[in-house]
């Protein structure tokens, strides 16, 4: 069996779009990117808890991450964690975008449905 060793890249321009906005970006069997572009401020989100750990980037924008009774402010230059099962929810305070990874990655099986 040999080992998979090949160069992936993906443009956000061509990427594919998820239903919540969300551009998938690279991929692999343990880890994926996906990139929330210039999302546009709105109500909360519904909380949801994920079968995956989700980590970010602010590129750009503000939001506030509401993370199991804990309000925290996501502003360009943060980053943050979401743990695996952890109740959250994102509320978009300014034209927002950020990278996230998730491990494992968040698209395969239906793990982005709402």
Do not use: C
Request: hydrophobic share 30%; no cysteine.
């Amino acid at each position: 069996m040999t080992e998979d060793k090949s160069v992936k890249k993906v443009s956000s321009k061509t990427s594919p779009k998820g239903e919540m906005g969300q551009k998938y970006l690279a991929d692999g069997k343990s880890v994926s990117m996906r990139l929330w572009d210039g999302e546009d401020p709105s109500d909360p989100k519904p909380e949801a808890r994920r079968d995956y750990e989700t980590v970010g980037y602010v590129i750009g924008g503000r939001a506030e991450l509401h993370l199991e009774g804990q309000k925290v402010l996501l502003e360009p230059g943060d980053s943050w964690l979401v743990p695996k099962g952890a109740s959250h929810t994102y509320n978009i305070l300014e034209s927002f975008t950020a990278v996230e990874a998730t491990s494992p990655p968040a698209e395969v099986h239906g793990r982005d449905e709402a």
